[in-house]
């Protein structure tokens, strides 16, 4: 695994902004080439989230047999309605990204937090059709915003496995990565997210990682202030000692819902330490 960037060196956050001169690499100012914010690298298409959500599931379970007849498609390509599929930007990828990480579904490695359950979806975004054997990987920092592979920039001391927090899963015949992590917690800079890349045609290496395939899909996951909020006034996450910013503050979300990566959120139990469940669907370009 080899480390891509440089990455930001954590000074207390201040409300004046910081002259770009003068300002460490960031996921707004990224130094890899990634795409800025208002570029179009390639198209990408988020399906919305709850009702629609739930219907797309439904669909896709009796598409298999039923399809539709307005999409052509066969029954091994459940489809999802094509009216509701949106063209989004992708997002930048951010300085803390690190290739061959681990395929599974289980990212957590022990690390502090509340759990959080992913389903993502993923679509082709000129047929809406699920597709299977994609590969759905995340990484992101932990409660106290530090990345595997970086602790110490957000000003936090803890031990670094350079794994913590990352790896992907291949979607399963419906189309669905399921992924198991914690709540994310914050650095200087950025609201709460998780990084998000879609792959096709990788190899699985004996090592439990992946090489080579197509990269289809680089962008992020968001999620709601107010369950953010809650979280956020709790341990583990009340010890980060770094303001936090707002999803509204936030340099690279674009304030579109679901369309630009806004998580449907689902408390799994009455109180935040309980977790949540995370769904979107998330459609790209093959």
């Not at 949540?276 to 669907?281: K, N, P, S």
Request: net charge negative.
């Amino acid at each position: 695994m080899s480390m891509t960037d440089t990455p930001m060196h954590e000074t207390p956050m201040n409300e004046t902004p910081v002259s770009p001169a003068d300002e460490p690499p960031t996921e707004a100012t990224p130094t890899t080439g990634a795409p800025a914010r208002n570029s179009l690298a390639r198209r990408t298409v988020l399906v919305a989230t709850g009702a629609t959500a739930a219907t797309l599931a439904v669909s896709t379970a009796t598409s298999r047999t039923h399809p539709s007849p307005t999409t052509g498609t066969t029954d091994t390509a459940p489809v999802a309605a094509a009216a509701v599929c949106t063209l989004t930007r992708e997002m930048t990828e951010g300085p803390y990204y690190l290739d061959g990480q681990y395929v599974r579904s289980d990212i957590t490695e022990g690390k502090t937090g509340f759990p959080l359950r992913l389903a993502l979806t993923v679509v082709d975004d000129d047929t809406c059709a699920t597709i299977s054997n994609a590969l759905v990987e995340i990484w992101h920092c932990d409660a106290l915003g530090e990345y595997s592979g970086y602790v110490g920039n957000n000003g936090h001391n803890e031990p670094d496995s350079g794994t913590f927090l990352r790896g992907g899963v291949l979607t399963d015949s419906r189309g669905v990565a399921d992924i198991t992590t914690v709540y994310p917690g914050w650095y200087r800079g950025r609201c709460v997210h998780i990084h998000v890349k879609v792959h096709v045609n990788v190899t699985l290496t004996a090592d439990g990682s992946f090489t080579g395939g197509t990269e289809l899909h680089t962008g992020q996951l968001f999620f709601d202030e107010a369950v953010t909020a809650k979280v956020g006034a709790l341990p583990p996450y009340s010890a980060n000692t770094v303001t936090r910013t707002t999803l509204a503050q936030d340099g690279i979300y674009d304030d579109g819902g679901a369309a630009s990566g806004l998580l449907t959120l689902t408390a799994l139990g009455s109180s935040p330490s309980a977790g949540y469940t995370g769904t979107l669907t998330l459609g790209v370009e093959r």
